[in-house]
Nanobody, 119 residues
């Protein structure tokens, strides 16, 4: 099984930056897509950004475009989320996600890391 461990969360001021890391272990060569989701209290979990592992292609939630950048380092089996110009509404638990596509698709989640942006 794939295991995911997030790190890099913390408390930052509005306008500040934070870089989240996700380290994957296990059969990482089987992963097709990795992404970052977030969930704030009382809100649905939402996709923030994703990257196609084999190509590096990316996509973002509209509200983070131009502020967040997802990247991957396949040699290190790691995915990152660089978050700039942070806003209080970015406050949430951020989760790393890995997807294996196909008829018998599989989905893996990290434990989450708290990001708090103070006004």
């Amino acid at each position: 099984q794939v295991q995911l461990v997030e790190s890099g969360g913390g408390l930052v001021q509005a306008g500040g930056s934070l870089r989240l890391s996700c380290a994957a272990s296990g059969p990482t060569s089987s992963i097709d897509i990795m992404g970052w989701y977030r969930q704030a209290p009382g809100k649905q979990r939402e996709l923030v950004a994703l990257t196609i592992i084999r190509t590096g292609g990316t996509d973002y939630k509209d509200s983070v475009k131009g502020r967040f950048t997802i990247s991957r380092d396949n040699a290190r089996n790691a995915v990152y989320l660089q978050m700039n110009s942070l806003k209080p509404e970015d406050t949430a638990v951020y989760y790393c996600n890995a997807q294996i596509l196909g008829f018998n698709a599989r989905d893996y989640w990290g434990q989450g890391t708290q990001v708090t942006v103070s006004a």
